[in-house]
Nanobody
Framework: QVQLVESGGGSVQAGDSLRLSCTAS????????MGWFRQAPGKERIFVAA????????WYEDSVKGRFTISRDNAKNTVYLQMNSLKPEDTAVYLC????????????????WGQGTQVTVSS
């Protein structure tokens, strides 16, 4: 049984930083691309960032480029999302996801999902 468990969300001020973590179990983590999507109230779930199975090269949604960094630690079965210079528009539930090997941006391509962690940024 695959489980993805997120942590690290919270309430912060604009300009602050947060680091989200997602620890996976029940899959061969090193062979999975891992990603983060986010969903704001009343809006669709959208791609934020992802890293493929073989490297730390990240893919990012345009609005977070230069502010967010995704990384993975295969020894800990964990993927991280370092979020700097947070803005109120970053407020959302952030969900961890995984799929075999390669990154795809469309939501339908991802196989497993966590429950999400809330990030709230106030101005």
């Amino acid at each position: 049984q695959v489980q993805l468990v997120e942590s690290g969300g919270g309430s912060v001020q604009a300009g602050d930083s947060l680091r989200l973590s997602c620890t996976a179990s029940g899959l061969t983590f090193s062979t999975y691309a891992m990603g983060w999507f986010r969903q704001a109230p009343g809006k669709e779930r959208i791609f934020v960032a992802a890293v493929d199975w073989s490297s730390d090269n990240g893919w990012y949604e345009d609005s977070v480029k230069g502010r967010f960094t995704i990384s993975r630690d295969n020894a800990k079965n964990t993927v991280y999302l370092q979020m700097n210079s947070l803005k109120p528009e970053d407020t959302a539930v952030y969900l961890c996801t995984g799929r075999p090997y390669t990154v795809l941006r469309d939501i339908e391509s991802w196989d497993y999902w966590g429950q999400g962690t809330q990030v709230t940024v106030s101005s």
